[in-house]
């Protein structure tokens, strides 16, 4: 768990950058997971796989898992139990359309619904409606970067928890539905939807093969999936992206859930643009030859004139003297050299090498 995992390009660094000593915390930016139960009418609480400890760790080690491969920093802690929700027994089933008026109800009442600021806030609800083939909830989150409706009074707000129901299936994949709702909240949208990402592929609607008389939904996605990649000419790659993404709805096995590069810089721009109290450190992007006018660390210009810094120095500089910021170096030869006089992560992406040195 604390390994090292400084990219091949620490060695390159101590050619021509005069390291401090590594502060292990700051290797990492670590998410704050705080979990609450939405209690019954009368004052139960739901009880399913949410209600085990040892199911949120297993949950969140395999979302973690999946975090180490993809090599950004990030890192779930395991949840705090904040509190039992008592006066929210209408939500205790929640039900298609009642996801936004219970957000909302939530988060204007945070003393009675234990909602922290500094974490990521989930609330565990009962609502098993549906069978085992065809559970009626698995989970939900809403989008940070979006408010949580056009209309009054929910384009006061944006979105910012997650909701997990109890009693899930094996068969609904009851692990990596964390990983899924997580990457919803930290601005993850489906890959068959318009993800505002520029490398993923746009994938066939999977909910037409979750309807009643599908006889194998798993077969039904798979297969629609192949039928579109190959009219479109998608590569391997772009397949393996696609059907083991886990923003997908794809039958994938838990262990080797995948996201694209372009992803995994919106998940991390959006978590530092809305997200920054629930974590412990932020991401700043250096790209190679960037020629932002106005460069502010994001991986692109969400604001005009925004987007990477051009130097590893500008990077480290923007960083937080109190450590625990991460600077993903795109790839490219930075030939620069300078003192590190603070602690700071550097990251290469998966995209390709990053060299630093005269
Ligand atoms: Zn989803």
Request: proline share 6%; net charge negative; hydrophobic share 40%.
């Amino acid at each position: 768990m604390k390994t090292q995992r400084l990219i091949p390009l620490i060695a390159w660094l101590a050619a021509s950058v005069a390291l401090l000593p590594v502060i292990a915390r700051a290797q990492y930016i670590n998410i704050r997971v705080s979990a609450k139960f939405i209690l019954s009418p009368t004052g139960v609480r739901p009880t399913g796989v949410w209600t085990n400890m040892d199911h949120w760790r297993t949950a969140i080690d395999i979302a973690n898992a999946g975090n180490a491969r993809h090599g950004r920093g990030f890192r779930y802690l395991y949840p705090t139990f904040d509190g039992d929700v008592s006066g929210y027994g209408q939500y205790y089933n929640l039900e298609d359309g009642e996801e936004l008026p219970f957000e909302y109800s939530i988060r204007t009442n945070t003393a009675q619904s234990h909602w922290r600021a500094d974490a990521l806030n989930v609330y565990v609800v009962n609502n098993n409606l549906g069978t085992v083939a065809q559970p009626a909830c698995a989970g939900w989150a809403s989008n940070p970067e979006d408010v949580l409706s056009s209309s009054a009074p929910y384009n006061t707000m944006r979105g910012r928890i997650v909701v997990f129901c109890v009693n899930m299936q094996p068969t609904a994949g009851p692990f990596g539905i964390m990983a899924h709702e997580f990457g919803h909240h930290q601005s993850l949208i489906h890959t068959w939807a318009n993800d505002r990402v520029a490398d993923t592929r746009v994938d066939a609607d999977p909910t037409v093969c979750e309807q009643p008389g599908v006889p194998d939904p798993c077969a039904c996605k798979f297969n629609q999936t192949i039928a579109l990649g190959q009219s479109q000419g998608w590569t391997a790659a772009e397949f393996r992206l696609m059907t083991n993404n886990i923003m997908s709805y794809h039958c994938d096995v838990d262990s080797d859930f995948e996201l694209t590069e372009g992803q995994l810089d919106r998940w991390a721009d959006m978590t530092r643009m809305f997200l920054s109290t629930e974590c412990t450190g932020r991401t700043l992007f250096v790209q190679f030859g960037s020629t932002a006018p106005a460069p502010d660390g994001y991986s692109l210009n969400h604001v005009p004139g925004g987007g990477p810094f051009p130097t590893v120095f500008a990077g480290v500089v923007a960083a937080s003297g109190a450590g625990g910021d991460i600077v993903v170096l795109r790839p490219g030869s930075y030939n620069e050299q300078f003192s590190i006089t603070k602690p700071v992560t550097l990251r290469a992406t998966r995209s390709g090498w990053a060299t630093i040195g005269k």
